[in-house]
């Protein structure tokens, strides 16, 4: 038998321990010419006004009705689009009121080029508030979640579509845990 090591993330969406896995059902790739046009076009004029431009991989989800009518949320860290580093940190995003998983929900995330600019680290809650003067994204206080106000910053890859699964646990330990599994 062999066990495969999973780090916890960071930052948890209502979970202090994930007792989930999450199985990847489909991969759409996203082909978009005018988004990737505009997103390449804001990262060079933050290139030419001397400003970090690193492209990040970061995910996003949503309710499909909030998609289709365009909204961005007015958010504990600012007005805009929330990104995370963490695929499951954005998978509660799916139900509305946001609420932790359950075995066999179904939903989306989608997997973004980010270009987050020069970010302010937010040392508490910024309720639809703007951004700071000088800076192009803010970040919270964890480091979890990223906030863009322009459209501009980001351009979509990949939609994965995931179904929460129970994790089969052995074994709790400081912050990690073990699950039967592939060769490490």
């Not at 949503?62 to 990104?83: A, I, N, P, Q, R």
């Not at 139900?95 to 020069?118: A, H, M, T, W, Y």
């Not at 979640?145 to 994965?160: A, G, H, K, T």
Request: hydrophobic letters at 30%.
């Amino acid at each position: 038998m062999q066990y495969r090591l999973y780090p916890f993330p960071k930052c948890f969406c209502f979970l202090p321990y994930s007792i989930f896995k999450y199985r990847i059902a489909r991969v759409r790739k996203v082909s978009n010419p005018a988004l990737r046009t505009s997103f390449h076009a804001y990262r060079s004029k933050l290139l030419q006004q001397g400003r970090d431009a690193t492209v990040k991989r970061a995910f996003h989800s949503t309710l499909s009705t909030v998609t289709h009518k365009g909204e961005t949320d007015t958010g504990w860290f600012g007005s805009g689009l929330y990104f995370s580093a963490y695929p499951d940190y954005t998978f509660c995003y799916n139900n509305k009121p946001p609420r932790p998983l359950q075995e066999g929900d179904k939903g989306s995330v989608i997997l973004f080029d980010v270009c987050l600019g020069k970010i302010k680290k937010l040392t508490g809650l910024n309720m639809g508030g703007t951004l700071t003067p000088g800076y192009n994204s803010p970040m919270s206080p964890k480091g979890c979640e990223w906030v863009i106000s322009d459209q501009n910053q980001c351009s979509p890859r990949f939609i994965l579509d995931f179904v929460v699964e129970r994790l089969p646990l052995k074994k709790k330990l400081s912050g990690k845990i073990w699950e039967d599994g592939e060769a490490i």
